[in-house]
């Protein structure tokens, strides 16, 4: 069921909504060439893209060699083309494809359809006589074509039109001369007699023929083909004489006439697969008729006939009705079956049907006028009226109609509607001029093509016209002269419905009304109302009916005091670094007397340049710019631009608020002034100091005489209220407040005394003069423009742009902005309008329209219209809230590629709330900017809340009044000593009030933070430094002073040398040369011994002593001295079987207490196990050491001998671990015992001498026994 509900809305459009106005949309889709253009249909699928059939108008005499077709701008793109074709564009006009007929001089597409899918059925007739039906996909690419030739050169065969169903399947109906269709053949003798009959083709999905339904006569014709939403078939048309429809026979006993034969309708409706449901003739003359299907399945069915019948009443299912007008427009259930009929007479032009739900829109051709069912259609003027589009209810009952185009629009429309839009769609053709609203479309031929999407709907209610005029009544009689001026551009407010219209130029004012008692209330603008000295009418109640239906002269007038009301306007449209811009100034007098020696001060921001002016500036006085306006005639309003630059190199300005400020004077006068106002004026000022590190605020009394009561002030830092407090200032007298600055916005609100002259609210703001490149977006200083500024006086405008790299051409702005991300106000701030727009397309756009609704918050009576880039027009307009709409004609915006800079524009405008907004209040606004006859483009929506605009600081923030605080009093530190080094951390007192700071009096050294208490100074000089302590507040200083000494660091003290001193002895003094000497353990210097030149150390061995200088403080570095003790006891060393003794002069070693003999080295083998013991002497000093108890263990036993050979006396060594008794034998080769000897070995080493002198010469054996070893050595004896 959901598939065929979107058939429903392409084809039957059953759930179009009614409509009670029917205004054409400015951005209509119009094109066509030189000659006479038609369009035969419009379709719109599922997301509102749109569909066009129809045909590019030709020469009258041509040939296809001769003329080749011509360019067309369709929309978007430009194609050359010759003939018919269908398109497809986007829901905003854009081209997305076209596809041509075939170029030949009797090609033509008939008709086409949408199947669900997107998909383009097209069928006509090509190439003289060629059937043809293409199916088109959604890219407008051909997916399948049918052609069938007809029998005979010339018989045309005719695909007049065609729908689908929900499966994809096409029927077309129309003409043939019996030639086949694929494989079907027919029996008509079509080529011989130049004849044709009708016929009805079912096509399926890809082309091929399913069936073919035909009569094989020529009494029948078949006009129209639809589908209703059970894919059932309904074909439209005629017959003359009997004819038979399946099971349906009918006979035409209708006469002829003078043109032939007359045919009467006849619809029929089959099943999908071909079988007649039901058939139905009506005896109706048929020349021309259309049928639409409804939602329900039933239709709407119109009949023209160009004669008259001889009968004047037809009857039809028992409704009868006249048939002598011509036309008649039927209403059938779903069977065929006729509910209402309604006769009319008008010009032959036929009607596009389009139902709608509970009722059914039709267009027509409008000449002159014509009744419809007792309602007279007609136009806004005389004669031909262009096009009428009537809407009816479910009983053909008028609702409401209304004619476009006027004299120039084309004779045939067409209806269509956009489903997801819920919008209908007017088309046709027009030529000349076609009027849209307060503009028109141009043709470049003898007829363009029209496509435009109605909005709101038709108005059927009665209405009255009332008109008058807004006067200034200058002899005070309330009643208007001629010689008295009107009150131009004065916005009316009508009651009830909350309507809005505007004067003239001259004063004038007309609208319509409904019917009844409507309330008419003039609204006067505020420099209007500081002249009005009596007003003879604030309001009026009308009366209106359908005999009054024109009430004239409802006049207003008013005594107006002769004065100038001066008022100046500033703004710009951009302020982008490297980047020119053009700041608009527009001064006017609103007032009803000329004002003399008029001046214009402009003050330009630090980073916008002023580099020329329209209006050449007189003087520049620093950043300001003054003007020369002279004499300004009452009424009269001028501008002049000033171009100007954002400053280029420095990144770091970027998000920093840019206000440039106007000024005109004289000061307006017409305002008397009260006689409560005490004369004193309050006004404020804000500026950095010491390098913007303190933010300074002065409140004045400007005024001529003392305060009477005390004024509130307020101070911000980014929006956060940080103190607030009073003051009375004696004219001329002021007070100052300061505040240690960081990174933000700080504002200063003064209240102004009470029954001041004028709107001023004082106010001052101030940013940095850089913003930190990597500070988060958090952390921003916020625009200054987020709160009010002291504009509100009409010869004081103030206009604040933040500095950008780039932003929406087309943006809406607001001032203030309010603060947090929820935008809140205050409940009294005027609100400050911005519109900017660029052409962003691919054309100049000749006209542009920004239309504004007004929110219901804001009071339209307090409307001031500022600055604008170009000349405008302004009307106030709308139902229920007010419209403002600027028309910039003929504004020739060239599009953005061509010239950038020129391709921008701007308007401004300010209105006040309503007094009684309350707390919680959201105003929104949006613009809509509209380029000719494109779609608008909609700005952002800017929103603003009443409430609390007093917010807590996240931090703390001071805030001084320098009529009451003192700084802290500054203490600088104790003085420094340096010894050799540079750097020092001087601490001063941190300021409890006030800035303090560090700075160098005199000598050398760098203060790396001279704004802490606690900083470093770094490459300190030798020698005397002085540094300053000041902590400063609002002009009032505290000072102090630290000294810095810095010295060298002196040498080591020499300190005398000693000689090596005995253990035990009395030692003698280490005395070192300097001053102030200091002994010390160790190097540290952490162990204090002696302090003095000469020290007696107590200590038993030999020790290191460090000893100091200090001279000036400084102490210097240690110098080791080491005292040499030699020791009573001197340690013994052993590696293996040798003894080491320590260095010494001398030695002796011992062994069991008894002298070696011979052992006066530093080491001794040892040979026995025993005890050992060494004595040295050193430097006259004797030690002895410990009882050493070595023991020897061989692995083996060894016997030695020598000399060998030996001639009188043999040494022999012989080492074993064992002792005792040994025997000695020497024996000869023969091994025979020469001589013998017993010894005793009480060592691990035996040592003997042997005399062998009687020995003779020869080889010997030494053998020695003990125990149960025996070794034995060879020798010789000489």
């Avoid at 001023?760 to 958090?778: E, G, H, K």
């Avoid at 604040?800 to 607001?814: G, R, T």
């Avoid at 519109?835 to 804001?858: C, M, P, W």
């Avoid at 923030?957 to 104790?974: F, I, L, M, R, S």
Wanted: charged letters at 20%.
């Amino acid at each position: 069921m959901k598939h065929r509900l979107l058939k429903a809305l392409l084809v039957t459009f059953c759930f179009l909504p009614l409509f009670t106005k029917a205004q054409l949309k400015e951005n209509i889709l119009s094109f066509g060439g030189k000659y006479g253009d038609g369009i035969s249909k419009v379709l719109h699928d599922k997301e509102d893209n749109r569909y066009v059939l129809g045909v590019i108008g030709t020469p009258g005499e041509l040939s296809l060699n001769e003329y080749q077709g011509e360019e067309v701008e369709f929309g978007n793109l430009k194609k050359r083309i010759f003939n018919g074709f269908v398109a497809k564009f986007s829901k905003d006009n854009k081209l997305l494809w076209l596809r041509e007929c075939p170029k030949d001089l009797r090609s033509t597409y008939h008709d086409f359809a949408l199947d669900d899918n997107g998909a383009v059925f097209v069928t006509g007739s090509v190439h003289y006589g060629h059937f043809v039906l293409e199916k088109i996909d959604t890219n407008g690419n051909l997916l399948w074509e049918k052609k069938y030739r007809s029998k005979a050169l010339f018989n045309d065969i005719v695909g007049e039109s065609i729908a689908t169903d929900s499966h994809g399947n096409a029927y077309v109906v129309g003409l043939f001369d019996g030639t086949s269709m694929d494989q079907i053949t027919f029996d008509f003798p079509g080529a011989n007699q130049n004849r044709f009959t009708e016929f009805l083709a079912k096509f399926g999905p890809n082309g091929a023929v399913e069936w073919v339904k035909t009569s094989l006569g020529s009494k029948l014709q078949y006009r129209q083909v639809l589908v209703d939403a059970q894919d059932n078939v309904i074909t439209s048309g005629g017959f003359k004489d009997t004819v038979s429809i399946g099971d349906h026979t009918f006979i035409n006993k209708t006469p002829a006439d003078s043109y032939g034969p007359v045919y009467d309708k006849l619809l029929v409706k089959r099943s999908p697969e071909g079988d007649v449901l039901w058939a139905r003739s009506y005896p109706i003359r048929i020349n021309a008729s259309s049928i639409a299907l409804a939602g329900d399945n039933s239709f709407y069915l119109f009949t023209e006939s160009y004669s008259y019948s001889d009968s004047k009443k037809v009857t039809i299912d028992g409704i009868t009705y006249d048939n002598t007008l011509g036309n008649v427009l039927l209403k059938l259930d779903a069977n065929g079956v006729a509910e209402w009929a309604v006769p009319f007479k008008k010009f032959h032009y036929g009607l596009s049907l389009l139902p709608a739900k509970e009722g059914l829109y039709f267009s027509t051709s409008l000449h002159s006028e014509f009744v419809f069912n007792g309602v007279v259609i007609k136009g806004e003027t005389a004669g031909y009226s262009g096009t009428a589009l009537v809407h009816l209810n479910a009983s053909g009952e008028v609702l409401g109609f209304k004619s476009y185009g006027g004299p120039n629009a084309g004779a045939y429309s067409k209806l269509s509607y956009m489903p997801k839009s819920k919008a209908l769609v007017l088309a046709g053709t027009f030529y000349n001029k076609f009027p849209v609203n307060d503009k028109f479309l141009q043709s470049k031929g003898d007829a363009d093509i029209f496509i435009g999407e109605l909005v709101d709907t038709l108005k059927g209610e009665q209405t009255a016209r009332i008109s008058g005029r807004l006067y200034k009544d200058q002899n005070a009689n309330c009643g208007f002269d001629s010689t008295e001026k009107g009150l131009a551009n004065t916005l009316i407010k009508i009651e009830p419905g909350s309507l809005y219209s505007m004067s003239d130029s001259a004063g004038s004012y007309s609208f319509r009304a409904p019917f009844g008692s409507t309330t008419i209330t003039p609204v006067l603008s505020p420099a209007s109302r500081t002249q009005v000295v009596k007003s003879c009418l604030e309001s009026t109640a009308v009366l209106t009916d359908s005999l009054n239906r024109d009430i004239k002269n409802v006049n207003f007038g008013y005594n107006i005091k002769e004065c100038p009301v001066l008022s100046v306007d500033i703004a710009a449209d951009r302020r982008r670094r490297c980047f020119t811009s053009n700041t608009m100034v527009t001064y006017a007098n609103e007032g009803s007397a000329d004002a003399h020696n008029v001046k214009i001060k402009v003050i330009y921001p630090q980073y916008v340049v002023p580099l020329s002016s329209s209006l050449p500036w007189i003087a520049k006085q620093d950043s300001a710019l003054i003007f020369e306006i002279g004499t300004l005639k009452a009424g009269e309003r001028h501008s002049f631009v000033i171009s100007d630059s954002t400053i280029c190199g420095i990144e770091s300005i970027r998000g920093l608020s840019q206000c440039v400020k106007a000024f005109i004077t004289p000061k307006n006068s017409c305002v008397p002034q009260s006689q409560k106002w005490d004369q004193a004026s309050v006004a404020v000022a804000a500026g950095f100091t010491d390098q913007e590190k303190t933010a300074a605020f002065t409140i004045s009394n400007e005024g001529t005489q003392d305060m009477v009561d005390s004024t509130g002030y307020r101070v911000y830092a980014n929006a956060a209220l940080v103190k607030q407090g009073k003051v009375k200032l004696k004219q001329g007298a002021s007070t100052r407040l300061e505040v240690p600055a960081q990174t933000m916005t700080y504002r200063l609100e003064a209240d102004q005394v009470p029954y001041h002259p004028g709107q001023s609210r004082p106010v001052a703001s101030i940013q940095p003069s850089t913003i930190p490149v990597n500070l988060p977006v958090n952390a921003m200083p916020i625009p200054i423009d987020d709160l009010f500024l002291d504009d509100a006086d009409a010869e004081v405008d103030i206009s604040c742009l933040e500095i950008v790299d780039s932003f929406d051409p087309n943006d809406k702005q607001v001032s203030p902005k309010g603060i947090t991300k929820r935008h809140y106000i205050k409940a009294e701030d005027e609100l400050e309008y911005l519109i900017r727009f660029q052409n962003t397309g691919t054309d100049v756009a000749y006209n542009v329209v920004v239309k504004d609704t007004i929110s219901e918050h804001l009071d339209i009576a307090s409307l001031r219209i500022g600055s604008a880039s170009h000349p405008f027009t302004y009307t106030v307009t709308g139902k229920g809230k007010p419209v403002i709409t600027f028309t910039f004609k003929n504004i020739n915006l060239p599009d953005h590629k061509a010239n950038e800079p020129g391709s921008h524009g701007y308007i401004k405008f300010s209105i006040a709330q309503n007094p009684e907004n309350p707390k919680g209040t959201v105003i929104r606004n949006t613009a809509h900017n509209y380029f000719d006859f494109n779609s608008p483009i909609a700005t952002n929506e800017v929103v603003n809340i009443i409430g609390d605009t007093v917010l807590v600081s996240p931090m703390p923030v001071v805030v001084y009044d320098c009529g009451k605080e003192n700084p802290t009093v500054a203490q600088a530190g104790t003085p420094f000593n340096l010894c050799e080094v540079n750097q020092v951390v001087v601490q001063a007192n941190a300021p409890v009030k006030g800035r303090g700071f560090w700075k160098l009096i005199s000598g050398q050294g760098t203060i790396v933070n001279p704004l802490s208490p606690t900083s470093v100074v770094q490459n300190i000089g030798y020698g005397k430094t002085i540094l300053e302590w000041t902590i400063t507040l609002c002009e009032k200083v505290s000072q102090s002073r630290v000294t810095i000494n810095r010295y060298q660091i002196p040498d080591a003290p020499n300190v005398a040398a000693l000689s090596v001193q005995c253990e035990g002895s009395t030692l003698q003094p280490l005395v070192a040369s300097g001053s102030n000497v200091t002994w010390y353990l160790d190097a540290g210097k952490q162990k204090k011994l002696f302090a003095g030149n000469s020290f007696i150390p107590v200590i038993s061995a030999t020790s290191t002593f460090f000893v100091t200088q200090t001279v000036n403080d400084c102490e210097s570095p240690v110098r080791a001295v080491e005292v040499k003790i030699n020791p009573k006891q001197v340690p013994v060393a052993t590696q293996g079987d040798t003894l080491i003794a320590p260095p010494a002069d001398a030695y002796q070693w011992f062994f069991n207490e008894k002298a070696l003999k011979g052992e006066t080295s530093q080491q001794l083998v040892v040979k026995n196990s025993g005890r050992y013991q060494v004595k040295t002497l050193t430097s006259g000093c004797e030690a002895t050491s410990e009882q050493l108890e070595h023991t020897i263990r061989l692995a083996a036993s060894t016997l030695t001998l020598g000399p060998n050979p030996v001639q009188e006396e043999l040494m022999i060594k012989f080492a074993a671990n064992a002792i005792g008794e040994i025997k000695v034998l020497v024996r000869d080769q023969l091994g025979r015992k020469m001589t013998d000897y017993v010894l005793k070995k009480e060592y691990t080493v035996l040592e003997q001498k042997l005399a062998v002198p009687n020995l003779v010469p020869g080889m010997y054996i030494l053998e020695v026994q003990l125990g149960k070893e025996v070794q034995r050595v060879k020798f010789v004896k000489l």
